[in-house]
């Protein structure tokens, strides 16, 4: 029976340990400069409060609670800062620049002061202890390459007319990176919020690099001309795109790129502008002449047009069920991608997506725009045969540096993996059973002290 009891104490610890960690903001007093917030706690993004540089925001744990994790959502953009913990340990502050900012904290606390070097402004805070991160946090990250780059135009268009790819191909394992065009916190069309639905329907996606922002102002046209004159008249020109897309190329990378269809789709000018820029950055990408300083050319293997030269165009399938998705299909998820898009679900396209009374059960059932219908442009690898697959005839990387140690090592790894397996295979299957384990441990306990009550009532 001592065994069993000993075992009992040991996996107790374990259930504790594997939860997700408790969101404590609700009890949490938060203050700027001694004055009480609670707008930024209200769950609202378009509620926020500003802090002055070198003004303190504190968050202090009530209840004995213990602070190890922060969520802070930006209205516009980070600034740099300090986070300053009860027992004097620093933690950084908006060095990456994410306006959804994921930190996890030196030491455990009780309490914390935020001091920014800028003024900010910051729309939620969350605040959470020890534990597994919840899913909804977003914990953005900074890659230095990439497989699929998607040139979006606007927030809500790379779930609409791209809708599909990014599930289907992170769900193989590539690393997806998304460029937008337009900007919202800016000009006539000022939508910061939409900002947040970008991120928001990219992470539901499954996308964990952090995209790149517009650089023009949104603007609606019906022609690339009056795009273009738009730009005009908010001090860009062509050249500005161009080495904005060539900039993001060489720099990522990328194995494949994705443009708007070349008429913009329903004929949105600055859709057509983006395609338009974009061919002649993928020219200038790969011509060592174009100096960008400290970014060599860089030559796209294959670059996709949609809806272009419909005569040989590769389809794609959004139609399967995806594992890494619970098997939902690609088609599925974009559209719940899409519905982080709160700012856009009146318009026309949540019906073209979704059909009418969300009607469409496939992406087979759009039939303007399909978002399944893509061109190949350019291809340093030749064309397309089976003509369904964007990374046909992409030839996988390997490490040349450790190719000739692999099999060197291979024994030590197999040596070390044997050592950790029985240890793995145990801690996974206790985590994973860990309830059905502790009951059945109850039950075994309860069983041996009704048999010791029996026996001694015997003798």
């Not at 610890?13 to 917030?37: G, L, M, R």
């Not at 209200?42 to 926020?48: P, R």
């Not at 001309?225 to 795109?241: L, Y």
């Not at 719940?336 to 059932?365: I, M, P, V």
Request: charged share 25%; net charge negative.
């Amino acid at each position: 029976m001592k065994k069993y009891l000993l075992l009992l104490l040991i996996l107790i610890p374990i259930k504790v340990y594997a939860d997700e960690a408790t969101e404590i903001t609700k009890n949490c007093s938060i203050q700027i400069n001694n004055q009480v917030t609670t707008r930024i706690t209200d769950g609202n993004v378009k509620t926020y409060s500003k802090i002055n540089a070198g003004s303190e925001l504190s968050v202090t744990a009530n209840n004995e609670q213990s602070i190890k994790q922060l969520y802070i959502v930006y209205e516009i953009a980070s600034k740099t800062g300090i986070i300053t913990s009860s027992d004097g340990s620093t933690t950084n502050v908006g060095k990456d620049g994410f306006l959804h900012e994921y930190i996890n904290l030196n030491n455990v606390t009780n309490s914390i002061k935020i001091k920014y070097d800028e003024d900010v402004t910051i729309s939620e805070i969350r605040i959470f202890g020890e534990g597994e991160t919840p899913k909804d946090v977003q914990k953005w990250e900074k890659e230095d390459k990439t497989d699929l780059m998607i040139f979006s135009t606007h927030a809500d268009d790379e779930q609409l007319f791209f809708a599909g790819v990014m599930p289907t191909y992170i769900n193989e394992g590539k690393k997806v990176h998304v460029v937008y065009l337009a900007r919202h916190d800016v000009g006539g069309y000022y939508a910061p919020s939409r900002l947040h639905e970008q991120l928001d329907g990219l992470w539901t996606l499954g996308v964990t690099d952090y995209p790149t922002f517009g650089l023009i102002p949104d603007a609606y046209s019906e022609s690339l001309a009056v795009a273009e004159n738009q730009i005009k008249n908010a001090g860009f020109t062509d050249d500005d795109i161009i080495l904005f897309d060539v900039k993001a190329l060489r720099t990522y990378k990328p194995k494949v790129v994705l443009g708007h269809d070349e008429n913009g789709e329903y004929g949105h000018g600055q859709h057509r502008l983006n395609t338009f820029t974009l061919k002649q950055a993928i020219e200038k990408s790969q011509d060592s002449s174009y100096v960008v300083e400290g970014l060599e050319a860089y030559s796209v293997p294959k670059f996709y047009i949609h809806l272009y030269d419909m005569e040989n165009i590769t389809t794609l399938n959004y139609d399967l069920p995806l594992e890494k998705y619970d098997g939902k299909t690609a088609y599925e998820v974009s559209k719940e991608g899409y519905a982080k898009h709160l700012s856009q679900q009146y318009t026309w396209f949540t019906d073209w997506l979704r059909g009418k009374n969300s009607s469409y059960t496939s992406a087979t059932q759009i039939t303007k725009y399909n978002p399944t219908y893509w061109g190949l442009y350019k291809s340093d690898v030749g064309p397309d045969v089976n003509k369904n697959d964007l990374f046909e005839n992409i030839v996988e990387e390997k490490k040349v540096e450790t190719v000739e140690t692999d099999e060197a090592q291979k024994e030590n790894a197999n040596i070390k993996k044997k050592k950790e397996t029985k240890k793995e295979k145990i801690i996974s299957t206790i985590k994973k059973n860990k309830e059905i384990i502790i009951i059945s441990l109850l039950g075994i306990v309860v069983l041996e002290l009704i048999t010791l009550i029996f026996k001694k009532r015997a003798k």
